[in-house]
């Protein structure tokens, strides 16, 4: 499957060099499949849809979606607006909406 979408609440991590970092709890998965109870996100710092709209949901549970942008990474954080899961694909974020 090339789509997810997840319910999760997310909380600040802090900064790296191209964007922000957030700690994600994965509460539910509405479509695709995902192992992990928890994920890193990034958010570029070009991306100020998204941005704003973390930063204005911290602590609160919202709906994500995302699509499949590459497999094989070679590191677990990659410089895109979405995570890297523990089989070492990328997933890209779509949307981010209230749950």
Same mark, same amino acid.
């Given at each position: 499957m090339d789509k997810l979408i997840i319910i999760v609440k997310a909380s600040f991590a802090g900064l790296i060099g191209y964007g922000s970092v957030y700690q994600c709890q994965v509460l539910k998965t509405v479509?695709?499949?995902?192992?992990?109870?928890?994920i890193t996100i990034t958010i570029l710092q070009n991306d100020t849809v998204n941005q704003s709209f973390l930063s204005s949901h911290t602590g609160l549970q919202f709906e994500m979606g995302l699509k499949i942008k590459a497999h094989n &990474?070679?590191?677990? @954080?990659?410089?895109?607006?979405?995570?890297?899961?523990?089989?070492?694909?990328?997933? &890209?974020?779509?949307? @981010?909406?209230?749950?």
């Open positions: 479509k695709g499949n995902i192992n992990e109870s928890n &990474e070679p590191y677990n @954080l990659m410089p895109i607006s979405g995570f890297v899961d523990d089989n070492k694909t990328s997933w &890209e974020i779509e949307y @981010l909406k209230d749950h």
